[in-house]
């Protein structure tokens, strides 16, 4: 089992940037894939970003591309998020993710995939 806890949201003016952060614990994080979902009111959960158990492949939602960085820390069992250039649209319940195999990168956009689940942070992006 993996136990996962979100941290580090809060509300910022456009432009601005928060950084995430996702604490796990449990026996199983080991060879973990991570990931970053959000859900904004009334749409669907959808992929930002995931990062591998080596940190080298990194893939990002074409959204968020060029202003969001995905890390891990494997020693503090932890993954992080920096965002920057921040937009209204941005504006979601942010949630961290771990998934234990092999999966196309693909498919590790899919929610569903994952088995280990934050109860995620709020981000309030305004104008």
């Not at 949201?9 to 979902?37: N, P, Y």
């Not at 859900?39 to 990062?51: G, M, S, T, W």
């Not at 979601?92 to 689940?117: D, N």
């Amino acid at each position: 089992q993996v136990q996962l806890v979100e941290s580090g949201g809060g509300s910022v003016q456009a432009g601005g940037s928060l950084r995430l952060s996702c604490a796990a614990s449990g026996d199983s994080f080991d060879r973990t894939i991570m990931a970053w979902f959000r859900q904004a009111p009334e749409k669907e959960r959808e992929f930002v970003a995931h990062i591998s158990w080596s940190g080298v492949n990194i893939f990002y939602a074409d959204s968020v591309k060029g202003r969001f960085t995905i890390s891990r820390d494997n020693a503090k069992k932890t993954a992080s998020l920096q965002m920057n250039s921040l937009r209204p649209e941005d504006t979601a319940v942010y949630f961290c993710a771990a998934h234990r195999g092999l999966l196309t990168e693909e498919v590790l956009r899919i929610p569903s995939k994952y088995s280990y689940w934050g109860q995620g942070t709020p981000v309030t992006v305004s104008t």
